[in-house]
């Protein structure tokens, strides 16, 4: 079963702009992914944020962590048309023996328009 | 360093049938998970293995099975298939627990 809910569940966008995606969740979390997915081929890892985090940046990308509130949130500036995209975030739940297990949103559907 | 290697990318078998799918992970890396990828039900959890021992097993019946051998590649196992196991099976592998994840293409399996 999905841990929680992104939103929008669908984004469209002009190159140049930002994009802003939300995650929320519903456990206690060791860490929280994002993650892209291309036409149905296979994910690539985004970043990492732990949760004793609460911001880390990569490159273009800014991902904020709300433990209180059990949200996440990615912002893609100057977005391109190659970020269209779907994006996922995953949690690691902080049980014993939860590992490698990732729980997955439904992902979200980014669309840069040339 | 390659990347997650899963073969073969595509894949259709008929209803009844079995398949196994096959996963070679990032050199030095010894965790394993298998997870589905269907339209309605999104991104799941199937199984992780990791030195050879399965840790963790997601809400999936027992026609899914793996296996991880000591080189830490992995194979996963689906026996009398139905037609709603048809979806993109995702391999991930990782270099210890909590740690970002790395996926290879996926297997696209198709039951007819």
């Known amino acids: 079963s999905q841990q929680g809910e992104e939103d929008p569940q669908a984004l469209s966008i002009q190159e140049g702009e930002n994009a802003t995606m939300n995650c929320s969740y519903k456990?206690?979390?060791?860490?929280l992914q994002w993650y892209r997915q291309n036409s149905g081929r296979g994910l690539v890892h985004l970043i990492l944020?732990?949760?004793?985090?609460r911001e880390k940046h990569s490159g273009r990308l800014r991902v904020t962590l709300d433990t209180s509130k059990k949200s996440s949130s990615l912002l893609i500036t100057a977005s391109r048309a190659a970020d269209t995209a779907s994006y996922f975030c995953?949690?690691?739940?902080?049980?014993?023996?939860?590992?490698?297990?990732?729980?997955f949103g439904k992902g979200i559907t980014l669309s840069v328009r040339p | 360093k390659a990347g997650v290697t899963q073969t073969p990318r595509y894949l259709i078998k008929t209803r009844g049938q079995q398949v196994t799918l096959s996963c070679s992970p990032i050199?030095?890396?010894?965790?394993v998970s298998w997870y589905q990828q269907t339209p309605g039900q999104g991104l799941q959890f199937l199984f992780e293995?990791?030195?050879?021992?399965?840790?963790n097993k997601g809400n999936f019946p027992g026609r899914f099975s793996g296996r991880q051998f000591s080189n830490s590649r992995s194979e996963m196992n689906v026996s009398t298939l139905e037609l709603g196991d048809s979806a993109l099976y995702l391999c991930?592998?990782?270099?210890?627990?909590?740690?970002?994840?790395?996926f290879g293409q996926g297997t696209r399996l198709t039951v007819v």
């Open positions: 991930a592998s990782s270099f210890g627990d909590h740690t970002e994840a790395f």
């Open positions: 456990t206690s979390i060791n860490n």
């Open positions: 944020i732990r949760s004793n985090e």
């Open positions: 995953a949690t690691v739940a902080t049980y014993t023996g939860a590992n490698s297990k990732l729980t």
């Open positions: 050199s030095g890396h010894r965790s």
């Open positions: 293995y990791f030195s050879e021992t399965q840790r």
